[in-house]
């Protein structure tokens, strides 16, 4: 069999026809944050309709602290805000400072997850429970959502962080990095509704 025919019986290789892991990954993430914003908006809707329904039990106004969760807020606000000084370090190829603020951010998500078991808790000892009312229901799901999704975040970080310690910033864990910080920020849009619409409009 001569080269010609070979070469006529294999198949071409093109570099364009390779697939692109990155281009999939910001895709498959960026239908995963639809999705998610799916479920709040559902849960914000779930609100607007029950977050009146007290069932004779106690009100937005009796139960939240608005200082307390302005103090939560604070935390998650700075968090978005280290987590982007983490990201300037990315570029900047800084290892090390690049760590050291997603431990700051750590931290802060931390505390916001810490206060926010605290409050829950608060609230649950005064007798008021997710099966008192409507309006406990809702807001329970809808705020414990959130918590789980921070929780979860918190979780990704410190699996980053080790990746990152191990093998530095390659571009896997930048492409990672970079769907952190997308989620990271989508969580922080996220409480702020959640502040404006549950814990203010309840209080007011």
Sequence with gaps: MSNTSIQAGQREYHPAHEPHPENGTSLGFWLYLMSDCLIFAALFATWGVLGRSYAGGPTGAELFSLELVAINTAFLLLSSLTFGLAMLQKQKKNVN????????????????????????????????????????????????????????????LVVLMVQIKQKGLIHANVRRLNCLSMFWHFLDVVWIGVFTFVYLMGVL
Excluded: D, K, R
Excluded at 107 to 134: K, P, R, W
């Design 97 to 156: 400072g690049t760590l050291g603020w997603l431990a700051v951010t750590g931290l802060l998500g931390l505390a916001f997850v810490g206060v926010e078991v605290y409050e829950f808790m608060h609230i649950y000892h005064t007798g008021a429970t997710i099966q008192t009312s409507a309006f406990l229901s809702s807001f329970f799901t809808l705020v414990g959502t959130h918590g789980l999704h921070v929780s979860f975040g918190l979780i990704w």
